[in-house]
């Protein structure tokens, strides 16, 4: 039978928040040791990703000045937001209904160049 072991804390539940593993120290005593919750890392504003280059930290950690802003973030448009391929998508989509635009622009101007040349005589 293995040796007993005394909490640190005043609370004995078997919880998330009370996690831990007991170790034995250099002179051969048993503690201890609480393991903290992991994090589940900061996801894609779009979709359900979590976002590659920004560490998964709890949130009061991102929020505090404990890291700079370069290390909680990716340096590209919406980087830390919304994940690379969501931004493509994005950069896309926009793209095409601007193409979208100039095409019937141009399909309205023929079109009242043909009403055009069929309303003059030859």
């Given at each position: 039978?293995?040796?007993?072991?005394?909490?640190?804390?005043?609370?004995?539940?078997?919880?998330?928040?009370?996690?831990?593993?007991?170790?034995?120290?250099?002179?051969?005593k048993l503690v201890v040791q609480y393991i903290a919750k992991?994090?589940?890392?900061?996801?894609?504003?779009?979709?359900?990703?979590?976002?590659?280059?920004?560490?998964?930290?709890?949130?009061?950690?991102?929020?505090?000045?404990?890291?700079?802003?370069?290390?909680?973030?990716?340096?590209?448009?919406?980087?830390?937001?919304?994940?690379?391929?969501?931004?493509?998508?994005?950069?896309?989509?926009?793209?095409?209904?601007?193409?979208?635009?100039?095409?019937?622009?141009?399909?309205?101007?023929?079109?009242?160049?043909?009403?055009?040349?069929?309303?003059?005589?030859a």
């Open positions: 039978m293995g040796e007993r072991l005394t909490y640190r804390r005043r609370h004995p539940y078997a919880t998330r928040s009370n996690l831990r593993r007991t170790v034995r120290t250099p002179g051969g992991r994090a589940n890392g900061v996801k894609c504003g779009k979709c359900p990703r979590i976002l590659p280059g920004v560490p998964a930290l709890p949130a009061h950690k991102l929020t505090r000045n404990l890291m700079s802003r370069k290390q909680k973030s990716v340096t590209r448009i919406y980087g830390g937001a919304i994940c690379g391929k969501c931004v493509r998508e994005r950069i896309i989509r926009a793209f095409l209904v601007e193409e979208q635009k100039i095409v019937k622009k141009v399909l309205k101007l023929q079109k009242s160049k043909e009403k055009i040349a069929s309303k003059v005589p």
